[in-house]
């Protein structure tokens, strides 16, 4: 069965850094496609970066020089250091997997991802 639990978020001043964690069980994330998406309040939920098992990595622009996504094979995590946050960075944090290989030509489609978090709250105070 294939779960996936979010960690790491929580409140920093602008500026700051944050590190999330995506903990993963019930299958191996190196033989996966795997994200981080966000949903602010009254907002659609918007990707933040991806990867798949071939180490492609995608950025949404809004984010890119700042986050950065990887994995931890030994630990079967998937982790995203942001960095230099602002407030409008302030949302709650999904990791979503599905069990793939390549991200297809939208990176991005969230309908491609079948497996979901439950979230991370994630605040950032100017």
């Known amino acids: 069965q294939v779960q996936l639990v979010e960690s790491g978020g929580g409140s920093v001043e602008a500026g700051g850094p944050l590190r999330l964690s995506c903990a993963a069980s019930?299958?191996?994330?190196?033989?996966?496609?795997m994200g981080w998406f966000r949903q602010a309040p009254g907002k659609e939920r918007e990707a933040v970066a991806d990867?798949?098992?071939?180490?492609?990595?995608f950025y949404a622009e809004t984010v890119k020089g700042r986050f950065t996504i990887s994995q931890d094979n030994a630990k079967n995590t998937l982790d995203l250091q942001m960095n230099s946050l602002k407030p409008e960075d302030t949302a709650m944090y999904y990791c979503?997997?599905?069990?793939?290989?390549?991200?297809?030509?939208?990176?991005?489609?969230?309908?491609?991802?079948?497996?979901w978090g439950q979230g991370t709250q994630v605040t950032v105070s100017s």
């Open positions: 979503a997997a599905d069990l793939r290989h390549g991200l297809g030509q939208d990176p991005f489609a969230q309908t491609s991802f079948r497996y």
């Open positions: 019930g299958y191996s994330v190196s033989r996966s496609c």
């Open positions: 990867m798949d098992s071939y180490n492609r990595r």
